[in-house]
């Protein structure tokens, strides 16, 4: 069966772009992926979305626009999955002193939907640079990478 790719948001730093709030540690990174799951779970995904915001690498528009894309995707496949019965946290992974890549579970009654944000630490904190969901990288936490 074809796997459905719903979304894939590089969220790129910009040299342009003024950067919001900063996380100060790998714990408030956490945190805030926690809270973020946290909405997805119940179904909120604008919440979702507005909780990223004050610590993206891009602009509130653009994750207004990846909210609604993401709530347009949600709603066309979501008899495929069914309803969210939970969250999973899978793990954390630094890689050097400046990535920080953090791996949940969307838990649906007919399927798992997979959720990876990743954070960049700048000289003043942590920043969301990238995030990313959809139904085929669950495969992906079998491998011995």
Do not use: H
Request: net charge neutral.
């Amino acid at each position: 069966m074809r796997r459905i790719l719903f979304l894939f948001f590089p969220l790129l730093l910009a040299a342009n772009v003024v950067f919001g709030e900063i996380l100060p540690n790998e714990q408030a990174a956490k945190d805030l992926s926690d809270k973020i799951m946290t909405k997805v779970n119940a179904g909120d995904l604008a919440a979702a979305f507005d909780l990223m915001k004050p610590y993206a690498a891009v602009s509130a528009t653009e994750i207004d626009s990846a909210a609604l894309q993401s709530k347009a995707a949600m709603d066309q496949f979501g008899s495929r999955y069914g309803s969210s019965i939970g969250i999973e946290f899978i793990d954390s992974k630094k890689s050097g002193d400046s990535l920080l890549r953090i791996r949940y579970l969307q838990k649906c009654v007919k399927g798992p939907l997979t959720w990876v944000f990743y954070f960049y630490k700048n000289n003043d904190g942590w920043l969301l640079d990238t995030f990313k969901w959809d139904d085929s990288m669950f495969t992906t936490l079998f491998d011995n990478k």
